[in-house]
C-alpha cells in the first residue's frame, strides 16, 4: 500500500517571495514517480512538476522545483517569486504498481499582494 | 474538445436516486480513472480503465458505484440508490499510456462532477 502525508494544511506567503511546501510518503515499490498538482478554485487539477524515483537529480519547471530525498521518502517543493496565480490547493501524489495516483491530503497556498 | 471533459459540473440527487456521471476523455488516451474528492480533502482512487477494460475498481466504495466505458473511450460512473455519504467531487482523468512502462506519464484531469445528496 501506498501513503502521502502532507502535514501543512495552509501557507500563505507574500507575492514575489519563496514558499516551500513539505511531503512525505511510504511506498515498497522501487520503480515510482512523485508528483506535485496544483487544484484552483475551478477544481481542475493542473501538474506542476513530477520526479522519477530513480533520477537524483531535483526536477525544475520554471518557477517550481522539488528537494527530493529518496532514502528519507520526502519530496517537498518550492515555489520562487511566488505570483497572485499561484493561489491554490497543491497535492503530492505517488504513482507505483497499478498507475493510481495516491494524493496526500493538501496544503492551501495563499499568495498575498 | 482539447481537454477531458464532465457532465453534469453540478448535480442535486435526493437520497436514494440514481445518479450517472459522464466522462469524456481526451482522444486516443488509452487510461482512464476515476477519483472521488471528499470536501477539503484529496482525491482518493475509485477505478481504473485500460481501453474498454476495467483493471482496477478496488477503490468503489460499495456495491451501490459502478463504472464503464464500453468502447474504450466515454465513461460513465453510476451510482445507485445515493446517500449522503457520497456527496463529493467526482473526478476523471484521462493519459495516453498504461502499464508499467508509463509511470510517468501525465494525467489530464477534468473538472469534476459535484455531487450533493440531500
Known amino acids: 500500500a501506498q501513503t502521502v502525508t502532507q502535514s501543512q494544511p495552509e501557507m500563505s506567503v507574500q507575492e514575489a517571495e519563496t514558499v516551500t511546501l513539505s511531503c512525505t510518503y511510504d511506498t515498497s515499490e522501487n520503480n515510482y514517480y512523485l508528483f506535485w498538482y496544483k487544484q484552483p478554485p475551478s477544481r481542475q487539477m493542473i501538474l506542476v512538476i513530477r520526479?522519477?524515483?530513480?533520477?537524483?537529480q531535483n526536477a525544475t519547471e520554471n518557477r517550481f522545483s522539488v528537494n527530493f530525498q529518496k532514502a528519507a521518502k520526502s519530496f517537498s517543493l518550492k515555489i520562487s517569486d511566488s505570483q497572485l496565480g499561484d493561489t491554490a490547493m497543491y497535492f503530492c501524489?505517488?504513482?507505483?504498481?497499478?498507475?493510481?495516483?495516491?494524493f496526500g491530503g493538501g496544503t492551501r497556498v495563499l499568495v498575498k499582494p | 474538445g482539447a481537454g477531458v471533459s464532465q457532465s453534469p459540473r453540478y448535480k442535486v440527487a435526493k437520497r436514494g436516486q440514481d445518479v450517472a456521471l459522464r466522462c469524456d476523455p481526451i482522444s486516443g488516451h488509452v487510461s482512464l480513472f476515476w477519483y472521488q474528492q471528499a470536501l477539503g480533502q484529496g482525491p482518493e482512487f475509485l477505478t481504473y480503465?485500460?481501453?474498454?477494460?476495467?483493471l482496477d475498481k478496488s477503490g468503489l466504495p460499495s456495491d451501490r458505484f459502478f463504472a464503464e466505458r464500453p468502447e474504450g473511450s466515454v465513461s460513465t460512473l453510476k451510482i445507485q440508490r445515493t446517500q449522503q455519504e457520497d456527496s463529493a467531487v467526482y473526478l476523471c482523468?484521462?493519459?495516453w499510456g498504461g502499464g508499467a512502462f508509463n509511470l510517468g506519464t501525465e494525467a489530464f484531469f477534468g473538472q469534476g462532477t459535484r455531487l450533493t445528496v440531500v
Open positions: 482523468a484521462s493519459s
Open positions: 501524489a505517488l504513482k507505483a504498481a497499478g498507475n493510481k495516483l495516491t
Open positions: 520526479q522519477e524515483a530513480y533520477k537524483q
Open positions: 480503465f485500460q481501453n474498454e477494460a476495467q
